[in-house]
């Protein structure tokens, strides 16, 4: 007993029982922890403003008061994707950006741009969102489903024609019939005893022009000779065409090669290529060892080496193999189930920022 101490039993037993429960919570937690730790989590903030365009696109949603370092990232994707219209003064536009917070209100990092519209004074409206596909990271995507980034290659004309695909063809060399024109008409066959009727005759000869007709087609597979790989595409182009580089890298070659005649390899670095072929001359300064940027020019076309007219041949590689030049010079687009969740995303932004008009003029009136 410990009452000489000056401390009844009925005391004690409460000091007991507290330093048992600040020990228990102490290993264990307490109840209510978790809703103590949520008051102290930083939160996060959506905002969204309209305005107009006056002057440049940066200076007017900084204006409309959208951070200019979160709308950095936005603009860049804006400029870089293919069908964005360009920002004009007198264009409307809408920003949607999120912003996060410490529990004493500061704002922590940098905020981030969720989706922004443009409708320009011609009537064209487009937009760009931030999104996350399946596999792969977060950028902007136009509403369509279409990255909103210049692909991985350019192509390296102006002006595309495909006179050749890619794969496999007929090989033009195989046959003079393959460098010949379509004739203008082609004759009936020769009667036969079984066709007793000019319907029999007509569809005879229909027959044999369609046949005909596929072994003149110039380039493309063909019924004749031995199939072999196109290792590229041709572009039907005049001779002296400026031939721009596909992408940034060095000049590995820039001289004759056989059946491609003048020919300009580019390394692009993690073993990617591009090659052009049948060119008429090189661009000054080309040459091996020689450092290229996206779009500069490296050559014109031409018709030398083993060509059946002006055009460009031009070559992808990745690790030494060919691959189709027109798959890597492709906008990514999103498809399937990424496409789908991708709509709604879109749908229920746009459904959001409807609301929040229309609740602002309810206010406002």
Not at 42 to 64: E, I, N, Q
Not at 350 to 365: G, L, M, N, P
């Amino acid at each position: 007993m410990f009452t000489g101490l000056g401390v009844s039993p009925a005391l004690a037993q409460p000091a007991e029982t507290s330093e048992a429960t600040v020990a228990e919570e102490r290993l264990l937690g307490s109840g209510d922890e978790d809703a103590r730790a949520q008051e102290l989590l930083p939160f996060t903030r959506t905002y969204g403003v309209s305005g107009v365009v006056v002057g440049s696109l940066a200076a007017s949603t900084a204006g409309a008061g959208v951070p200019p370092a979160a709308m950095l990232e936005a603009r860049r994707a804006w400029h870089a994707a293919v069908d964005a219209p360009k920002p004009h003064d007198g264009d409307s536009f809408y920003v949607s950006w999120e912003q996060t917070f410490a529990v004493d209100g500061d704002p922590i990092g940098v905020g981030r741009v969720l989706w922004m519209e443009l409708r320009t004074s011609a009537g064209v409206t487009a937009s760009i969102h931030r999104f996350r596909p399946h596999e792969g990271g977060e950028q902007f995507f136009l509403a369509n489903g279409q990255a909103a980034k210049p692909p991985a290659l350019a192509l390296p004309v102006e002006t595309v024609t495909v006179s050749s695909p890619f794969g496999l063809r007929g090989n033009p060399f195989a046959s003079r019939a393959a460098m010949g024109p379509v004739p203008p008409s082609l004759p009936l066959p020769a009667a036969r005893e079984h066709m007793h009727s000019p319907g029999g005759a007509r569809v005879a000869a229909m027959v044999a022009a369609h046949r005909a007709r596929r072994m003149y087609a110039g380039f493309g597979p063909r019924l004749f000779g031995p199939q072999v790989l196109h290792e590229g595409v041709d572009l039907a182009v005049p001779i002296g065409t400026p031939v721009h580089a596909a992408r940034d890298g060095v000049v590995a070659m820039a001289q004759p090669n056989a059946g491609y005649g003048n020919y300009v390899r580019i390394d692009h670095g993690d073993g990617l290529a591009t090659a052009y072929g049948h060119l008429s001359r090189f661009a000054p300064g080309i040459k091996p060892g020689t450092k290229v940027v996206r779009g500069e020019l490296v050559a014109f076309s031409g018709s030398t080496g083993r060509s059946t007219g002006p055009h460009l041949h031009f070559e992808v590689l990745t690790g030494g193999k060919p691959v189709d030049p027109l798959t890597h010079a492709a906008v990514a687009q999103l498809g399937g189930l990424d496409l789908q969740h991708f709509d709604r995303v879109v749908e229920q932004r746009e459904r959001a920022r409807d609301w929040e008009r229309e609740h602002e003029s309810v206010a406002a009136f």
